[in-house]
């Protein structure tokens, strides 16, 4: 890989490319759901982004995400 990139410069993926893989895990996360008031909650949260997003906030739509983030990583899984 170090030798192929070397070759082959570094071309960020196309935008929408990267929208539509985006959807498809949104549509994931959303059906694994199974309830509905799972799928209320989802949605909410979406409402809630969206809205801290309008107004300017993605610092704390990020904050909250970065810190969730490292909350699940920082337990330890068991199998």
Not at 3 to 12: A, D, G, L, Q, V
Not at 16 to 45: H, N, P
């Amino acid at each position: 890989m170090h030798y192929i990139s070397r070759i082959f410069p570094n071309i960020p993926p196309d935008i929408d490319t990267v929208k539509k893989e985006i959807w498809t895990d949104l549509s994931v996360l959303y059906y694994k759901y199974d309830y509905d008031f799972q799928k209320r909650a989802f949605r909410e949260v979406l409402v809630e982004m969206s809205d801290k997003i309008s107004e300017g906030k993605w610092a704390t739509i990020y904050k909250r995400i970065y810190r969730n983030n490292n909350k699940v990583m920082s337990f330890p899984r068991t199998l």
